[in-house]
């Protein structure tokens, strides 16, 4: 499959129409096209897991992991670090890859790349875009896990990073 057309390309994502030849079958889908993401889970040295809540929308307020999208031609793992500093004010030491999914294959492009942040301390107040409202808090990682298995959290990087984390 290939796009054969831009129906729309904006700030952070465009529709483009892929046609192709797919098992002897032609097809032909619409697809957003996403640049990716990097979430962060992030350890303070007290074992909490620094959490953002935020609004989203057409969500509300939602409990989640810091992340934001890749910038042109980012590697995720520098994204990973510029994200938990604007929107935590914490530095990380170092990132390490838990996972990367598809949180809606089949219709996105959109890859989320996770990592686990280690050596984090507070750096400096949060450097937010003028659009964001972002409280910053720390939660013991079973709290997160409770909130994911009764539907309190539903972000999908959310649940697939800690559900990566937790075994560790």
Do not use: W
């Not at 307020?61 to 604007?86: K, M, N, Q, S, W």
């Not at 050596?119 to 994911?148: F, H």
């Not at 539903?154 to 697939?160: A, N, P, Q, R, W």
């Amino acid at each position: 499959m290939r796009r054969t057309r831009r129906v729309y390309r904006g700030r952070v994502l465009g529709l483009g129409i892929y046609e192709g030849v797919v098992d002897g079958r032609r097809s032909r889908r619409e697809i957003i096209e996403h640049p990716g993401a990097a979430a962060v889970v992030a350890p303070d040295g007290e074992g909490r897991i620094l959490m953002v809540r935020q609004h989203r929308y057409p969500a509300g307020d939602v409990l989640e992991i810091p992340a934001g999208t890749l910038e042109r031609g980012e590697d995720p793992r520098a994204c990973a670090f510029r994200e938990l500093e604007e929107e935590t004010g914490y530095r990380a030491r170092r990132m390490t890859r838990l996972v990367s999914f598809y949180p809606s294959i089949g219709y996105n492009t959109e890859v989320i790349h996770c990592f686990l942040a280690s050596g984090v301390e507070r750096a400096s107040g949060q450097r937010l875009d003028p659009d964001e409202r972002i409280t910053v808090r720390r939660m013991r990682p079973g709290r997160i896990l409770s909130m994911i298995r009764t539907g309190r959290i539903m972000d999908s990087k959310t649940i697939c990073a800690m559900q990566a984390y937790a075994p560790r």
